[in-house]
T-cell receptor, first 112, second 124 residues
Framework: GNSVTQMEGPVTLSEEAFLTINCTYT??????LFWYVQYPGEGLQLLLK?????DKGSNKGFEATYRKETTSFHLEKGSVQVSDSAVYFC???????????FGTGTRLTIIP | GAVVSQHPSRVICKSGTSVKIECRSL??????MFWYRQFPKQSLMLMAT?????????EQGVEKDKFLINHASLTLSTLTVTSAHPEDSSFYIC????????????????????FGPGTRLTVL
């Protein structure tokens, strides 16, 4: 079946540091890949997505590249801000309804 | 735009009682709603998919008689946990998907799910 494995947290970084949160997946075929972010007290929000191999999703300075050869979709940001503190979920979607399979989430805390 | 609310945000109940959780799409019509369950430090697990006006489709291992889902309108789905027990204590999250690409003046990806903030259920 489908599964998503992401870096365990919590992750604590200083402001302006470089961020990488690893995500690997297991799935047949060509799933869509997503990163969701959950800010305190809010619902999950779509951060970025990629629908085919070698696609790069990007938003708010975050990037992730769909790597089929390594079955990975690592999230990166060159310079994090305190406002990036949140829980980040990697997910894959299949089928017309895009049923989502989530990773366990990684809590990120950025300190000034 | 594209806001999903859940009510209540937190509920504590006695074992054996039933609890209803509401999920509403506030500014768009949701043709499909999804219900997830999240245990501490674990993934969101899809419980069921519901389409407006039809019966929900449950994931393998989810008891349909235990977790009753009703999607009677395009803006409201409810999850009722019947005869709740302590092992049902969890964080329940809904999401809603619209078939339309343009919502509230913005353009979204088709099939994008919009998530509610979740409901924390504690069964004593």
């Amino acid at each position: 079946g489908n599964s998503v494995t992401q870096m365990e947290g919590p992750v604590t970084l200083s402001e302006e540091a470089f961020l990488t949160i690893n995500c690997t997946y297991t799935a047949t075929g060509y799933p869509s890949l997503f990163w969701y972010v959950q800010y305190p007290g809010e619902g999950l929000q779509l951060l970025l997505k990629a629908t085919k191999a070698d696609d790069k999703g990007s938003n708010k300075g975050f990037e992730a590249t769909y790597r089929k050869e390594t079955t990975s979709f690592h999230l990166e940001k060159g310079s994090v801000q305190v406002s990036d503190s949140a829980v980040y979920f990697c997910a894959l979607g299949r089928g017309g309804n895009e049923k989502l399979t989530f990773g366990t989430g990684t809590r990120l805390t950025i300190i000034p | 735009g594209a806001v999903v609310s859940q009510h209540p945000s937190r509920v504590i109940c006695k074992s054996g009682t039933s609890v209803k959780i509401e999920c509403r799409s506030l500014d768009f019509q949701a043709t499909t709603m999804f219900w997830y369950r999240q245990f501490p430090k674990q993934s969101l697990m899809l419980m069921a998919t519901s389409n407006e006006g039809s019966k929900a489709t449950y994931e393998q291992g989810v008891e349909k008689d235990k977790f009753l889902i009703n999607h009677a309108s395009l803006t409201l789905s409810t999850l009722t946990v019947t005869s709740a027990h302590p092992e049902d204590s969890s964080f329940y999250i809904c999401s809603a998907r619209s078939a339309r690409r343009s919502l509230a003046g913005a353009t979204y990806s088709y099939n994008e799910q919009f998530f509610g903030p979740g409901t924390r259920l504690t069964v004593l």
